[in-house]
């Protein structure tokens, strides 16, 4: 059972004053160490890089080498790219990689509101500096990996399935993110499986980017812009609504869940009663 959001402020207050555990392992990142906040703000530039480097270089290495690159490795490779990054930075800054699941985050109320400008710069910088480097490599071809839309596909169509797409894929992340403590980075499963099963149905409509920076960094370096506010606002829909369907599945927010939010997966042990500490 989730705790109360009065539980999880004062599990929040009880971290901020005890400060970091001298018995944990140097690595070990906490919410509150603001001096680490740049290893997490590299982490999600260095992971949304690896994602954009994935989802817009398959499509362009498919033009650069003349159709070697199918489509259904087009939508598994970015799903693939996802699943190895959540298992080796996670557990740092949370894996956010995406400017919807950030703002999802902090309206569910698992992340802080005064960190969500840092991690979605990260992630534009990340996004660019990807979209750069396949520009540099292969030229300006196949549009640089944009998603754009499919033939005869309007951008309120575009809208729709954005929404819906990340409608799934954020709470899928919500909902792994609330059991972090049972399903650990398992989590990285089930959020690769749906981008993959996400991409295979509807890659053709929209190019399934559920992702605003995922989108935006093609979009800046190759020059085409067709579309471009569908693919920010789908995806900011589909979370905001992910978020409401979190709060009917699950209620308040669980600590667990902000530990996963913000890159601490570690247990935690709940505050013990007057009579747990009085026990023999």
């Not at 994935?54 to 499509?59: D, E, I, S, T």
């Not at 308040?252 to 902000?258: N, Q």
Request: glycine share 12%.
């Amino acid at each position: 059972m989730n705790p109360s959001s009065d539980d999880l402020a004062v599990h929040q207050a009880s971290v901020l004053a005890r400060g970091p555990r001298s018995s944990e392992p140097p690595w070990v990142l906490h919410p509150h160490e603001l001096r680490d906040e740049w290893r997490r703000l590299f982490s999600e530039f260095f992971g949304t890089f690896l994602l954009v480097i994935a989802a817009a270089g398959a499509p362009v290495v498919d033009a650069y080498s003349h159709g070697q690159v199918p489509i259904d490795a087009q939508v598994v490779a970015p799903a693939l790219m996802v699943m190895g990054i959540i298992y080796f930075m996670g557990m740092v800054s949370g894996a956010h990689l995406n400017p919807a699941v950030t703002l999802s985050f902090a309206t569910r109320g698992n992340f802080p509101w005064n960190r969500v400008p840092g991690y979605i710069g990260a992630q534009i910088v990340g996004a660019v500096v990807a979209s750069l480097l396949l520009r540099g490599l292969f030229g300006n071809i196949a549009h640089l990996g944009a998603t754009l839309p499919g033939a005869g596909v309007s951008s309120g169509k575009v809208v729709i399935v954005e929404a819906l797409l990340t409608l799934g894929l954020v709470s899928v992340i919500l909902g792994t993110a609330s059991g972090a403590r049972n399903v650990g980075a398992n989590a990285a499963l089930a959020v690769g499986g749906y981008i993959a099963l996400a991409g295979l149905w509807a890659a053709p409509v929209t190019g399934a980017s559920m992702n605003p920076v995922r989108s935006f960094g093609p979009q800046l370096v190759g020059g085409d812009w067709t579309s471009w506010w569908a693919y920010v606002v789908g995806p900011l829909i589909g979370g905001a609504l992910a978020v409401g369907v979190a709060w009917i599945l699950r209620g308040p927010p669980s600590v667990a869940a902000s530990e996963a939010a913000q890159g601490a997966l570690e247990p935690v042990t709940p505050p013990s009663t007057p009579e747990e500490n009085h026990a023999p």
